[in-house]
């Protein structure tokens, strides 16, 4: 009985903690930089808006990006209380691009993430143009 009572009060708060109120969407602003470095990889940091918990929110926003074709990790610097906190995911952008990742966080619970803006640094070997 305890125990039932226990993960109901746990469930109750983890529903709580995430308020379920959607912040309002702005459009996302974009970033892109290149780097020289000997692997080819692109880095996203994507400032995330509306997590308030590091159980559920963190959870599920690092879950879903994981999920990704193409995205090798993804990482989630949190801050009980900050407005805005930031996904690092690092990414093969032959496989996925950056809009694709800010429309997979976006999507969790009909907009409760919004990006509002996205860091895009670009590695790999300099490119010469004739």
């Known amino acids: ?6 993960c109901s009060v746990l469930a109750t708060t983890m529903l709580l903690s995430c308020d379920g109120n959607a912040p ?4 996302t602003v974009f970033e892109e930089s290149h780097v020289e470095g000997t692997v080819e990889k692109a880095v996203a940091e994507m400032m995330v808006q509306g997590m308030m918990c590091e159980i559920g929110c963190v959870s599920k926003v690092r879950k879903e990006l994981l999920e990704v074709p ?3 990790s993804a990482s989630i610097e949190f801050e009980k209380g ?3 906190n930031v996904a690092k995911v690092e990414y093969d952008a032959e496989v996925v691009d950056a809009k694709a990742l800010v429309a997979k966080v976006t999507a969790i619970g009909d907009g ?6 996205v860091a895009v640094t670009h590695y790999g070997a300099a490119k010469f143009t004739p």
């Open 82 to 84: 900050r407005a805005v």
């Open 112 to 117: 409760m993430y919004p990006v509002e803006k």
């Open 70 to 72: 193409g995205v090798a």
């Open 1 to 6: 009985m305890r125990i039932a009572l226990s």
């Open 24 to 27: 309002q969407m702005a459009p």
